[in-house]
C-alpha cells in the first residue's frame, strides 16, 4: 500500500507554522534524516544542515536574530516526491534594518515526510532603519 505524500496543502500548512514560529509543528514535516541547504555559506549550495536538531537550531536562529521573520504571501506544488514554494521574506534585525526578498525553497519528500529542503532567496541590499 502506498504511504499518502505531502500535498500543496501541507506545504501551506508548513508555511503557516513558519509564520507562527511553532517549530514542533514545523518539524513535525521533517524526517529524521532531512538535509537542509541553507541560502548562504562558502559552499556552492550554502551550508548543509544534517537531521531535525540541527534543523530545528538553524531555524530558531532567524526567528531569534529577527523576531518577525515571515514567509509572506507564499504558494506551493507538488510533482511527484518533490514539490516547490515560492514566497517573500520579509523580516528586521534588532538594528532596524529589514530583508524584503521573493526566494523560493525546493523539496524533496517520502512516506510523507520532507527529505531535503534547499532554500533560494534574492540577493537584495539590506533596507536601512
Known amino acids: 500500500m502506498p ?3 505531502l500535498t500543496e496543502t ?3 500548512d ?3 507554522a513558519f509564520n507562527r ?9 521533517f524526517a529524521d534524516d532531512c538535509v537542509f541547504y541553507t541560502i548562504g555559506g562558502t559552499e556552492v549550495y ?3 544542515l544534517e537531521g531535525k536538531d540541527a534543523i530545528a537550531k538553524a531555524f530558531t536562529g532567524v526567528w531569534t536574530q529577527m523576531p518577525d521573520a515571515q514567509w509572506a ?3 506551493h506544488f507538488v510533482c511527484g516526491n518533490r514539490a516547490v514554494s515560492e514566497w517573500t521574506f520579509r523580516g528586521t534585525d534588532s538594528t532596524g534594518a529589514r530583508i524584503e526578498a521573493e526566494g523560493c ?3 524533496t519528500h517520502r512516506d510523507g ?3 531535503i529542503k534547499q532554500a533560494f532567496r534574492k540577493q537584495r541590499p539590506v533596507l536601512k532603519a
Open 14 to 16: 508548513l508555511f503557516d
Open 3 to 5: 504511504v499518502a505524500q
Open 113 to 115: 515526510k520532507i527529505i
Open 10 to 12: 501541507d506545504f501551506s
Open 73 to 75: 504571501d507564499h504558494r
Open 46 to 48: 550554502g551550508t548543509r
Open 105 to 107: 525553497d525546493l523539496f
Open 21 to 29: 514560529h511553532d517549530i514542533d509543528a514545523i518539524m513535525a514535516f
